[in-house]
């Protein structure tokens, strides 16, 4: 029997986790080859397209291969559990920010996310293709931008910095948005200015790289902010997410219809 690697190192994790997200962003960045073949998935709005499934399926075979006694779970494929875990799960959200890549907005890009089972998220990494941007953070050891050719550890917003910017989201549930959009004065009182721009994940980095200063969003998935809310953490932002579901049949429909409220 193979042995099981080891399940808590987070720099070990945050490797496999450079290299599994690194194999989904060179699927999205074919995009231009075509082939998108959008379809809304539950809601006005929710789409999904070819490049969403097989930028997950490059990503599992890459944990499949490293880490094979590992339990996955992603968007759009069904969970991989494995005869004897290792202790640890991936989140992965192939392409989080699909209607910008349907529209060509190059925001967006592939989240890959290890936790242990003790809710410990250890290592997380979002690459953005078309920003040519890779953020990663591995549990104690900090939050880090790569971008052409250099690295920088993050640190988190200025909080001296005059005009800050909130981030946010909305819902797909029409109900749901207009509780939101209701909600947003309130919100963004302590606020210069509001961005949406479609991808937690990526709100997430740029509160960690101090591009926003708060981002906050309910009704997200894990895997929307599963990479993201740990590089803002060890960026040093305090992050609140949603209860950790009590056992594996409560976290698959966590996974589809739990909310979550995320602050920078």
Not at 21 to 35: F, K, M, P, Q, Y
Request: hydrophobic share 45%; proline share 6%; with cysteine.
């Amino acid at each position: 029997m193979m042995p099981l690697p080891d399940a808590a190192d987070p720099l070990e994790l945050l490797d496999v986790a450079r290299e599994a997200a690194a194999a989904g962003a060179a699927v999205l960045a074919r995009r231009s080859a075509g082939g998108l073949n959008p379809v809304n998935k539950s809601a006005d709005g929710d789409w999904v397209t070819d490049f969403d499934t097989a930028a997950e399926a490059a990503v599992r075979e890459v944990l499949a291969r490293l880490r094979p006694h590992d339990t996955v779970l992603g968007e759009e494929l069904e969970p991989a559990v494995p005869v004897h875990p290792s202790g640890i799960r991936w989140s992965i959200d192939p392409l989080d920010g699909t209607t910008n890549f349907i529209r060509g907005i190059v925001y967006y890009g592939t989240s890959v996310a290890a936790v242990n089972d003790d809710g410990e998220w250890l290592a997380g990494v979002v690459h953005a293709p078309a920003l040519v941007r890779v953020y990663s953070a591995a549990r104690g050891h900090g939050a880090w931008l790569a971008e052409h050719g250099s690295v920088r550890k993050l640190t988190g917003p200025d909080p001296q910095r005059v005009g800050k910017l909130l981030g946010t989201g909305f819902s797909y549930d029409a109900g749901v948005r207009s509780e939101q959009y209701a909600a947003l004065a309130q919100l963004a009182g302590n606020f210069a200015d509001v961005r949406r721009l479609g991808s937690a994940a990526l709100d997430l980095c740029m509160v960690a790289d101090g591009s926003l200063d708060a981002y906050i969003e309910r009704g997200l998935n894990e895997y929307d902010y599963a990479a993201g809310a740990l590089i803002a953490e060890e960026a040093g932002v305090p992050v609140q997410r949603p209860p950790q579901p009590a056992n594996d049949a409560e976290r698959l429909d966590a996974v589809t219809v739990a909310g979550a409220a995320l602050l920078g």
